[in-house]
């Protein structure tokens, strides 16, 4: 049996914490003064006190851009998350660097790599840019969708065969996340076999709002799929 860790993301209330520690949430986002409008951004002092908040045995990722490297690493200071998830526009040399100075604060970094579902793909390509990532030095590559006005948290799948070829390319977890929701995560799982799942928008039931029961409805499938 496979152990498929399940992360939600864009924690933005102290009773959301709550509903994922009890649903079997294995780690909780929260998205840290993104440089772009998102419902789930909160500010370092917020994000601070709800990381406290977060129990023993489950995870707190700080989510936020890298392209400022300094900026980043004052976040991680001020924040102090188990994991740093860069998920902006930073290129080789920014998580390189950022990776190099976690390594001395004992922080994972998780980088994410945004695919438009906006435009085609060229599968090959987009296969040799995820994968470049993993010289960089991270500790798990993570695949989400974006759109125009969206650059995450989308509600929309990227392509579970495009997931499926960078996961078996790869040395280090890869984890899953674009569109994910109780109802299609099954066959997410089923397609790809990533490490872990990372959702967002598909257990809300309004922006920045956990729905109780599409958490533990996800945890759940997650869960029976693997056994």
Not at 68 to 85: I, K, S, T, Y
Request: net charge negative; hydrophobic share 40%.
């Amino acid at each position: 049996m496979i152990f498929m860790r399940v992360k939600v993301c864009g924690i933005t209330r102290d009773v959301d914490i709550t509903v994922c520690v009890n649903a079997g949430v294995d780690a909780l986002g929260f998205v840290v003064e993104y440089p772009r409008p998102v419902p789930w951004n909160i500010d370092r002092e917020k994000a601070r006190g709800l990381v406290l908040k977060v129990p023993p045995y489950v995870s707190s990722v700080l989510v936020t851009s890298g392209k400022d490297v300094n900026r980043a690493v004052e976040l991680v200071g001020c924040v102090m998350p188990d994991v740093l998830q860069l998920h902006g526009d930073e290129g080789e040399e920014e998580t390189r660097e950022v990776v190099g100075l976690m390594r001395g604060e004992g922080v994972k970094v998780v980088k994410a790599v945004s695919i438009d579902v906006d435009k085609a793909l060229i599968m090959n390509e987009l296969v040799k840019k995820t994968l470049s990532f993993q010289d960089c030095g991270v500790d798990a590559l993570l695949l989400d969708s974006r759109t125009d006005n969206m650059p995450a948290g989308t509600g929309v799948p990227i392509s579970w065969e495009v997931a499926k070829r960078v996961r078996e390319g790869l040395g280090i977890p890869m984890i899953l996340a674009g569109g994910l929701n109780p109802w299609n995560i099954r066959e997410a799982i089923r397609c790809v076999r990533p490490y872990g799942v990372d959702v967002i928008s598909g257990v809300e039931g309004s922006p920045g709002v956990k729905d109780p029961e599409k958490v533990r409805a996800l945890v759940k499938a997650c869960r029976e799929e693997l056994q």
